[in-house]
């Protein structure tokens, strides 16, 4: 079966994590609003119809002290998206890592960190939360940028691995952040990762942004799909 590029792997169970479709990253009202970020949801509910043996949405839920709100830090090093920030880990001094600050977005209790509602979310069989600690960036939907060692853990990787999950397929926002580092590290525990194109969008999406996540995805391991190829096509033939 495995010589048939038509019909899955013998061993394959796959499933769907939608990242992050919430309202403060699209528009109109989005507090970070991805372009044509709304656009991807009919691809994503088609996505959420097929037989995936787990279907799983996270979410931003920050607290309003979260350390990438640029509101949070001092003049003049306070603009979202021009200014950058040192941050410690807090378990280990000598790591420091250099994040982006954001505008506030997907507060805990706030209409932003709602998904968005044209979402199928009746298909989905869990949502995970992530970003909930004040002190670390954490763009994976697995666990914060930190390493040595991780601060927070999502349980994601746990979900996956509880229901044999041998395929990882990766759709929502943004390309250039959220969904590169969920694909990076699902493919670091282990996981054969793809990232499907039409079902995502970057907050750059020139060269700088789209084209240098997907040369990284790429050059990791993780090759950017399409709906229609027989990656998807693997699903609806189980």
């Known amino acids: 079966m495995d010589n048939d590029p038509e019909m899955p792997p013998t061993l394959y169970k796959p499933a769907l994590i939608v990242i ?3 309202e403060d990253f699209c528009p109109p009202n989005g507090s970070l609003a991805v372009e044509g970020g709304r656009d991807i949801i009919p691809v994503v509910n088609e996505l959420l119809a097929l037989p995936f043996t787990l279907k799983i949405a996270t979410r931003d839920f920050h607290p309003p ?3 990438s709100f640029a509101s949070n830090h001092k003049a003049p090093n306070n603009e979202p998206f021009t200014c950058f920030a040192q941050i410690t880990n807090p378990h280990n001094p000598s790591e420091v890592r250099e994040t982006r600050l954001w505008p506030v977005h997907c507060v805990q209790g706030t ?3 709602e998904l968005l509602p044209e979402l199928h979310a009746n298909q989905l069989d869990h949502i995970v939360e992530k970003g909930r600690d004040k002190r670390v960036e954490m763009y994976s939907a697995f666990m914060d940028i930190f390493e040595n060692p991780s601060v927070t853990s999502s349980g994601l990787s746990e979900l996956l691995k509880a229901a044999s999950i041998t395929h990882v397929y990766l759709v929502g926002l943004a390309m250039d952040y ?3 580092w969920s694909a990076i590290d699902a493919k670091k525990i282990g996981f054969i990762t793809y990232v499907v194109q039409e079902g995502t969008r970057a907050v750059d999406p020139g060269d700088g942004g789209w084209g240098a996540a997907q040369a990284e995805l ?3 391991g993780v090759p950017i799909i399409g709906v229609t190829g027989p990656e998807v096509n693997w699903v609806k033939a189980q």
Do not use: S
């Open 20 to 22: 992050d479709l919430q």
């Open 65 to 67: 002290d979260h350390i």
């Open 111 to 113: 209409g932003g960190a």
């Open 178 to 180: 959220c969904v590169k």
């Open 218 to 220: 790429e050059n990791f």
